[in-house]
Every structure is written in C-alpha cells, then in structure tokens.
C-alpha cells in the first residue's frame, strides 16, 4: 500500500475527498491514529486533571441532555473528552460543539 505524503494539509490537498477504502485506511493510520496516541499520553495542556474542572465538564455535558441531544456516554480524560450522543430533532452538530469549545476555552483560561 502507498501511503500519502507529506506534512499539514499536503496529504489532504494531493487526496481529495471523497476517498476510496485504502486511502482512508492509510489516512488514519499515518495522521489520526498518532494525534489519539499523543491525546491518549496526556501531552499538552492537561486542566482536566483537576477533578473540580472535569466536574464542571461533566455537569455541562449534563445540562443540555434530554434536550438538545440525548447523552449516551463520555469519558473526561486529563486533556480531552470522548462524548457518545445523539442530537434532538432540529440541533445542529456544529452549534452543539462550538458551545462546547467555548466553555473548555473558558476552562484553560481559568486553570491558568
């Protein structure tokens, strides 16, 4: 199998989507496989290491649950969190998340 070269966007400008099996295979085992193993070493910020910050997160993942998604499972790990929902009739996934960012953002701000 050839994989994609080079770094940044380059792989991503040189393959565009939509992409066939062997490319999308080759795509998370050189690009996406190696940002979750760096993740999943608790490298960079770390604020959710402290359990006050993780519990504000886990209350707002709360919050909205039965009304705008319908929250399945998470998990608050020391520098990200991996959430399982389903959205509401009528949400959007992009507004969800920007509410989302906005509030670690606020997190990182706070813990330092």
């Not at 998370?28 to 359990?51: T, Y």
């Not at 039965?66 to 507004?95: A, K």
Request: contains cysteine; hydrophobic residues 35%; negative net charge.
């Amino acid at each position: 199998m050839t994989c994609l070269s080079g770094h940044g966007a380059a792989p991503l400008a040189a393959n565009p989507l939509p992409w066939d099996d062997v490319t999308e295979v080759c795509y998370h085992s050189q690009f996406s496989d190696k940002f979750d193993e760096h993740l999943d070493a608790a490298h960079g910020s770390c604020v959710l290491r402290d359990p006050r910050l993780a519990q504000i997160v886990a209350d707002r993942l709360h919050h909205f649950d039965g009304q705008r998604y319908d929250l399945w499972s998470y998990v608050i790990m020391p520098n990200h969190v991996h959430v399982l929902f389903t959205l509401r009739d009528g949400e959007s996934l992009p507004d969800t998340l920007q509410g989302s960012e906005v509030q670690i953002r606020a997190l990182e701000k706070y813990h330092s």
